[in-house]
């Protein structure tokens, strides 16, 4: 079993830019291109399969679904099937920022579950390039209340300014930078960040603030106040950037209950074996290479069978991957 591709997504919002196609190397007339789903099985945008090198490949155009209906434990692992199912567990995306997302939070699990019959979501985010002076939001950086919240939420903006932008944490984004978010806390992309991100498979946020902006009709979007309220971590962390050692090969960047993430250079050649019971998703974010006899560039994103899940590299190139 090779490496699958994917068909992306590509996603119009009203604070996307203009970053996306070109890193991916793809031509499009679609505007303001916020986000690409690289692979998902969110009901109604399943990633579909598409040629990788297989001569009759009867898989292409099979949809993420159908192929773990089809392979199973093969495809995802055992350990994983077993726990998931039919559902693919993870959401991979390039997200785009020409202006502030808006300031959201997403519940944990079992809020989730009690109020919407899914999973929470957590989430992480990688730097791929950023424009100076570009922002981060991610935390708190003093203690509140959910009352304190509440009110500051639902208060009127001062000169165009809400107060839960005072209580945020704010941080300088910088390429290769990363970021974990835990389920519960208040973020937001702030404008001029291209990034890749990593979550739970679950399309369910809370709004909580979206800087005064209309949609496509002129209309204020959508909040979550009272939603959030029973959502948000209102711990204040010392560090909410996360650390780890740009100088080797392989960096463990994430390992939480939902993915395990590492950062990963290969220079002409590379085998890495995880060992783990799991499909392998390879984001690649500079370069080229051969994985498992798969050709793979900037901008394309491989889901790796776990029956053949240790990686054999040609090539010079940067990725993200991602086990369960």
Request: hydrophobic fraction near 40%; charged fraction near 25%.
């Amino acid at each position: 079993m090779k490496p699958y591709k994917f068909e992306p997504y590509l996603k119009t919002t009203i604070w996307g830019g203009y970053r996306i196609a070109p890193f991916k190397g793809i031509y499009t007339a679609q505007p303001n291109i916020g986000e690409s789903w690289e692979i998902s099985g969110v009901p109604g945008h399943e990633s579909v399969a598409v040629e990788r090198g297989l001569i009759n490949d009867v898989d292409v155009g099979l949809n993420l679904t159908q192929l773990i209906e089809k392979y199973k434990g093969l495809l995802v692992g055992e350990k994983v099937y077993r726990k998931y199912g039919g559902k693919f567990p993870l959401l991979v995306k390039f997200i785009d920022s020409r202006q502030d997302l808006s300031v959201q939070v997403h519940p944990d699990d079992k809020l989730a579950m009690e109020r919407h019959g899914c999973a929470g979501k957590t989430e992480m985010w990688y730097v791929i390039k950023s424009d100076v002076g570009a922002k981060i939001y991610a935390g708190l950086k003093e203690s509140i209340t959910p009352e304190d919240y509440e009110r500051m939420a639902t208060a009127e903006p001062v000169g165009g300014r809400s107060p839960m932008q005072d209580v945020i944490a704010t941080h300088e984004a910088h390429q290769g930078d990363l970021f974990f978010l835990p389920a519960g806390r208040l973020h937001a992309i702030g404008a001029g960040n291209f990034l890749a991100e990593i979550q739970q498979t679950s399309d369910i946020t809370y709004r909580v603030y979206d800087f005064g902006r209309k949609d496509a009709h002129g209309n204020p979007r959508e909040l979550h106040i009272a939603e959030a309220k029973d959502a948000i971590d209102y711990q204040v962390w010392p560090e909410y950037r996360t650390s780890y050692d740009s100088t080797k090969p392989t960096s463990q960047l994430i390992n939480c209950p939902y993915f395990n993430v590492n950062r990963v250079v290969v220079q002409v050649a590379a085998e890495i074996d995880f060992k783990v019971d799991s499909f392998v998703v390879v984001v690649c974010l500079w370069g080229e290479a051969n994985i498992n006899g798969v050709r793979v560039r900037r901008g394309e994103t491989l889901l790796v069978p776990a029956c053949e899940n240790v990686l054999y590299i040609f090539g010079n190139a940067t990725f993200l991957t991602a086990t369960m």
